[in-house]
């Protein structure tokens, strides 16, 4: 082999090496960097619409991220459900603390055992389409379609997961830009009272791109 065919494949194979070094590096900095939203002290606050029969309450949720580390933030949630006994709704109030990896969306730690091992519900990867498998909370799904919603006081275009049970079904409408959660329709059916719940994105101190 003469020293030119050698001096070009030597040349090729350092080619090669710098291609790998490079594409390694971008997918190492996309798996291990945060949302570039997330900051210590953030919230999203959501109004909260309660309906069933001739009642109409509101009320409103927050989560709030009270620290964050390298990987991982803790975020505080509180909100409004309902427990219906006996043909009675009634408002309740819960306060969830949780450790979530911000990195897998896995929770880590919760003051609510149920949580622990399952992906976060609140934020979703950026990378997705229509089909795109997501899993939160409530299992495993697909984002269904893409649709512009009215959060924050602004159009945002969002994707959608939809989600349905025997006794209720849920969709969920994700910022495309950041993966947050901007709104959340819940429908409800127990001890024949239909309770619709619908939450959306009113204020927030993190800064979203569109």
Known sequence: MNRKRL???????LSVSFVTIAVY??????????????VSGGYMTYEQVLVWDNHNDTE???WNVTRLGDTSADVDVV???????????AIVKGEVDSTINTVTHDV????????????????IPTDVKVGSPVDILYGANTVSRSESIN???QERDCWVLEYNWA?????????????????????LYQQN??????????????????
């Open 167 to 187: 006794t209720a079904n849920m969709k969920r409408w994700y910022d495309k830009s950041s993966g947050i959660c901007l709104k959340i329709l819940v429908t």
């Open 193 to 210: 009272i239909t309770i619709t719940t619908t939450e959306t994105a009113v204020s927030t101190n993190m800064s979203l791109k569109k």
């Open 7 to 13: 001096l070009l494949i030597c040349l090729l194979l």
């Open 108 to 123: 880590l730690s919760s003051s609510d055992p149920t949580y622990v091992g399952q992906k976060w519900a609140f934020w």
């Open 151 to 153: 959060a924050l006081g």
């Open 60 to 62: 409103y949720m927050t």
């Open 25 to 38: 590096s971008y997918v190492q900095s996309h798996e291990t960097a945060k949302p570039y939203w997330l």
């Open 79 to 89: 909100s409004h459900g309902v427990n219906v006994t006996d043909g009675n709704v």
